[in-house]
């Protein structure tokens, strides 16, 4: 009953099952994967709509033309069997140490514009496997001290860059939207932009706001220790939500990347019954990895579970909705009062009189009962299926 399908529009990255499972304290413990095979991967576990790649995670960066021509030959060809499509692709613009301190925001003006040029090339390579949303990461963006970068001129450099891009990709007519997606630290001891808001906040200052959006991603604001459910709100009221990284993290913690709902299961809900309510029906990207001592097998298992979670909790938001207890709860929590919605639902001089006038029994108001433990126990009954 939870099986996914291609409509759900799941997607994965080259980078997030192909990960081999290496960390800062040790290598890998996977055997690294070639681009086809795991698309082949990903083909085995069903209903996956698409995978997407950084630029280098499709062509290594010291790449000859040859080889190059031969990687996308036979990554076209997975493709075909699979039927997976990329919807999205970036750019690395961190590993290399070209990009230590930095892309766009780099101190070195040489830099910058290699960056610039890079996601340009970038941009053309997704737009050959049918792209249309662009992320930006900006993991290298960002200082470990404030004595070696200017944070006010670094805000420049990217928008300097970004209007460039968009008026790049616009000329080329290659149809992209932006998504930026903020993380507040790592690999950076810092980074700018450190949060989904900042983005919505810097889009409105570019050349082109209408092509930009975000990517926010669960992990990067628990790492912060915010409400990623809030985050995710702001972009969809302000239509920005372009695409979004479903994974997991314990909060306070370093990146982890753990499988979608895999620690968080009542934000989890709450983020799924954000999307299904105000019917966002874009990429669902599960920017997570398999645990580093699973086998392929178990990746395999990890990408059905990231899509399972999702269907269930679907299913339980559909439960919710439904559920007369917690409707009755939550119709006598919004208490409506047309008289009252009409003085402040639009600024008028005779509205304002009118508001200055009335009397309100503050008390009284705030006797009225708020049933919420009752309403947040319901919730927790219906996850636990009790
Ligand atoms: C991370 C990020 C990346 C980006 C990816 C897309 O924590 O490393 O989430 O996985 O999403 O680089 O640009
Ligand atoms: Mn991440
Ligand atoms: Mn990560
Ligand atoms: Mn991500």
């Known amino acids: 009953p939870f099986a996914p399908k291609p409509a759900d529009k799941f997607t994965f990255g080259l980078w997030t099952v192909g990960n081999p499972g290496a960390d800062p304290f040790g290598g890998p413990t996977r055997e690294k994967l070639e681009p086809a095979k795991i698309v082949e991967l990903l083909g085995d576990v069903p209903g996956v709509h698409g ?16 080889e190059a021509n031969q990687i996308k030959k036979d990554f076209r060809k997975a493709l075909k069997r699979t039927g997976l499509k990329v919807p999205m692709a970036t750019t690395d ?50 200082a470990e001290s404030d004595a070696t970068k200017d944070p006010v001129v670094a805000i420049k450099r990217m928008r300097e860059a970004i209007d460039f891009l968009c008026q790049y990709s616009i000329d080329r007519k290659f149809g992209y939207r932006f ?15 450190a949060v989904t808001g900042s983005y919505l906040a810097f889009i409105q200052t570019l050349k082109h706001p209408e092509m930009c959006g975000v990517n926010p991603e669960m992990a990067h604001e628990h790492m912060a220790g915010l409400n990623f459910v809030h985050q995710v709100a702001a972009a969809l009221e302000a239509g920005k939500l372009f695409h979004i990284d479903l994974n997991d993290q314990e909060f306070g913690r370093f990146d982890q990347d753990y499988r979608f709902g895999s620690i968080s299961y009542k934000h989890s809900f709450f983020l799924v019954k954000l999307l299904v309510d105000y019917k966002y029906d874009g990429l669902k990207h599960f920017d997570s990895h398999a645990f580093r001592q ?33 409707q009755k709860l939550l119709r006598q929590i919004n208490r409506k009062s047309k008289a009252a919605e009409q003085l402040v639902s639009k600024y008028s001089k005779s509205n304002a009189n009118a508001l ?26 219906l996850m636990m299926g009790v």
């Open 51 to 66: 995978v997407n790649f950084h630029d280098n995670d499709l062509i290594p960066i010291d790449a000859t033309d040859a």
């Open 93 to 142: 613009l961190f590993r290399d140490p070209v990009f230590k301190d930095g892309a766009f925001t780099s101190n070195d003006a040489e830099i910058r514009a290699y960056a610039v040029q890079k996601v340009m090339r970038a941009m053309e390579l997704g737009a050959e496997f049918g792209a249309k949303t662009y992320v930006f990461w900006g993991g290298r963006e960002g």
């Open 179 to 193: 998504a930026f997606e903020a993380k507040p630290n790592e690999p950076r001891g810092h980074i700018y932009n």
């Open 294 to 326: 699973s086998n392929y097998d178990d990746v395999k298992a990890f990408a059905r579970g990231s899509m399972r979670t999702y269907k269930i909790l679907e299913h339980k938001v559909k439960q919710f909705n439904k559920d007369k207890d917690i």
């Open 356 to 381: 200055l006038e009335r009397e309100f029994d503050r008390k009284k108001l705030a006797e009225r009962p708020l049933p919420y433990e009752e309403l947040d126990q319901r919730v927790f009954d």
